[in-house]
């Protein structure tokens, strides 16, 4: 079941616990940290079932009109099995019913390490374009894809 979790304490622990268990794709401590940090004040979705969260996912608006999708994580024992498409569904819901427009996602420009094409296939699935790629925001090694969705 997903709910959205509403202590701060929660957010963070749940965050930081995911997103070691996924060190092909969040390997950086200091980044952990930082998402984790940031988790606090947002609103976070996790699934809740299993009495140990197995994924969860967070919104930061950007605008009066548009968010991204913060940061998401799935364990990985639960990858491909509909868990992150049940996340995002959560996080769509709000978006769509406060009137956001645009929702965005950053990943790692596709074709440069199989994990993240499977990120970037991902977010396509959901109905996710393309808007424009950075090649140094993050450094070279990891050009940073935009993606982005209407939601009306």
């Keep these: 079941m997903i709910i959205e979790l509403t202590e701060k304490d929660e957010k963070e622990c749940i965050c930081r616990e995911i997103l070691k268990s996924l060190p092909d794709w969040f390997g ?22 299993s009495g140990k969260a197995r994924g969860f996912i967070a919104f930061k608006p950007t605008s009066s009109c548009a968010g991204e999708i913060y940061v ?3 364990s990985g024992e639960h990858h491909r099995k509909g868990l992150g498409r049940e996340l995002f569904g959560a996080l ?4 769509k019913g406060r009137g956001f427009r645009f929702l965005t996602v950053k990943t790692v420009q596709m074709g440069r390490y199989p994990d993240y094409d499977r990120t970037n296939l991902f977010y396509q699935s959901l109905g996710f374009q393309e808007l424009e790629c950075f090649p140094t925001l993050w450094d070279e090694q990891n050009p940073c894809q935009v993606y982005i969705m209407d939601v009306k």
């Design 72 to 74: 998401m994580g799935v």
């Design 92 to 95: 769509f819901r709000y978006v």
């Design 28 to 49: 950086n401590p200091e980044s952990i940290e930082e998402y984790a940090l940031g988790c606090r004040e947002l609103p976070v979705w996790a699934d809740a079932d």
